[in-house]
């Protein structure tokens, strides 16, 4: 949905809110960012400790952990409520982590295949409830898909919004039209994102209530350091890009 979020963030460019939330916002996910920084250090020095027992003891440093990505994903929505145009295509992003998103965040489909690179040893307990998880979270995945596809096509579906794209502005006489079209739009594009939050986070649920305390803070540690070299890789592109 590259070309549908810039269109959209394009026509919310003239909403006097828009500019603060991507200042608080983007202030806020700078730090958090510094946050997740600190908690990849924790749990990566956790796991070099190789005690399991006091691995396990830590069950502190894995809520603190949840309760770092909750506090992103409630001050998301929040954001998100005001101006969600802004969440589909976000500028505090670089271009690479752009080109990742999937209904405003990452595609929890990932999340399996950090799992399988960082996790190793499972129980045939534990393979069967990941593979079911992974069933359950594929066919949500593909719902949410073809959601945000129709919203796409719902765009490109109204002359009047093809109109304004033409033209930059509405006729005398449709303002009131294309107040109601975008306010539906918005409604629809809110409600998919978030769908796709709850999926992201149910994912994430179940795929730690089938992992040992060990486990998990690999699996949590991977993630981070996952998300950690995109955004590095992705500043080191946008610089490169910026000094041609």
């Given at each position: 949905?590259?070309?549908?979020?810039?269109?959209l963030?394009?026509?919310?460019?003239?909403n006097?809110?828009t500019?603060?939330?991507?200042?608080?916002?983007?202030a806020?996910?700078?730090?958090?960012?510094?946050?997740?920084?600190r908690?990849?250090?924790?749990?990566?020095?956790?796991l070099r400790?190789?005690d399991?027992?006091?691995i396990?003891r830590r069950?502190?440093?894995?809520q603190?952990v949840?309760s770092?990505?909750?506090?992103?994903?409630?001050?998301?929505?929040k954001?998100?409520?005001?101006q969600?145009l802004?969440?589909y295509?976000?500028?505090?992003?670089t271009s690479?982590?752009?080109a990742?998103?999937?209904v405003?965040?990452?595609k929890p489909?990932?999340l399996?295949?950090?799992?399988?690179?960082?996790?190793t040893e499972?129980?045939?307990?534990?393979?069967q409830?990941i593979?079911?998880?992974?069933?359950e979270?594929?066919?949500?995945?593909?719902?949410l898909?073809?959601?945000?596809?129709?919203?796409?096509?719902?765009?490109a579906?109204l002359?009047?919004?093809?109109l304004?794209?033409?033209?930059?502005?509405?006729?005398?006489?449709q303002?009131?039209?294309l107040?109601?079209?975008m306010?539906k739009l918005?409604?629809?594009?809110?409600r998919?994102?978030?769908?796709a939050?709850k999926?992201r986070?149910?994912?994430?649920?179940k795929?730690?209530q089938t992992?040992s305390?060990v486990?998990?803070v690999k699996l949590l540690?991977?993630?981070?350091?996952f998300?950690?070299?995109?955004?590095?890789?992705?500043l080191q592109?946008?610089?490169?890009?910026?000094?041609?």
């Open positions: 949905m590259t070309a549908l979020a810039k269109y963030r394009a026509m919310a460019d003239g006097g809110s500019s603060s939330i991507v200042e608080n916002f983007g806020f996910f700078n730090g958090w960012l510094v946050r997740q920084e908690f990849l250090e924790q749990l990566v020095q956790a400790s190789q399991e027992e006091e396990e069950g502190d440093l894995i603190e949840l770092h990505y909750d506090q992103y994903s409630a001050e998301k929505f954001a998100a409520r005001e969600v802004l969440f295509s976000p500028p505090w992003l690479f982590e752009k990742q998103l999937w405003g965040g990452f489909f990932i399996f295949k950090i799992l399988t690179n960082s996790v499972l129980t045939p307990e534990q393979e409830a593979e079911r998880v992974k069933c979270t594929r066919k949500e995945e593909r719902e898909t073809q959601a945000s596809a129709a919203i796409q096509e719902s765009l579906a002359p009047l919004l093809n304004v794209r033409c033209c930059g502005r509405a006729v005398d006489g303002e009131l039209e107040e109601s079209a306010r918005k409604e629809d594009m809110l998919a994102l978030e769908s939050d999926l986070g149910s994912t994430v649920r795929l730690l992992l305390p486990q998990t540690a991977a993630s981070a350091e998300q950690l070299a995109v955004r590095k890789w992705g592109k946008d610089q490169g890009r910026a000094a041609t």
